[in-house]
């Protein structure tokens, strides 16, 4: 993960309570100054809430987190950002599984 204090990325939920929408992701970035929040797209379901942010370059940050209906079963919600946009990897409207969609760490070498 990039240690820069002026490429930080933070995310979590807002709420809207009008009719049947209420919890949206939140993205925000720190750019050595200033947060600033990110569009980020809307999923399926009403109730989107991002609870992870890991960023692999400044191109490739991904967020992950979930989505559900109001009483009904979680679903994994993955978030990518391009260096451009954010756009969803994974919402209750795609089946991939989670291991198809977030890079895996480079294996552990021992030095040998």
């Known amino acids: 993960m990039p240690s820069r204090t002026d490429d ?7 709420r809207s309570f009008s009719g049947t929408d209420y919890d949206h992701p939140l993205i925000e970035h720190w750019d050595g100054s200033n947060w600033t929040a990110l569009r980020s797209p809307h999923p399926s379901k009403p109730i989107s809430i991002l609870s992870g942010v890991g960023a692999y370059a400044a191109d490739d940050v991904w967020a992950l987190g979930y989505e559900e209906d109001v009483g009904s079963s979680y679903r994994t919600l993955i978030e990518h950002w391009d260096g451009t946009a954010w756009a969803i ?3 209750a ?5 989670a291991h ?3 890079p895996r760490s480079p294996p552990m070498t021992s030095g040998r």
């Not at 930080?8 to 807002?14: D, E």
């Not at 409207?93 to 599984?97: C, Q």
């Open 89 to 91: 990897a994974q919402d």
């Open 100 to 102: 198809e969609c977030v």
């Open 93 to 97: 409207t795609l089946r991939r599984l």
């Open 8 to 14: 930080v990325w933070a995310v979590g939920q807002w």
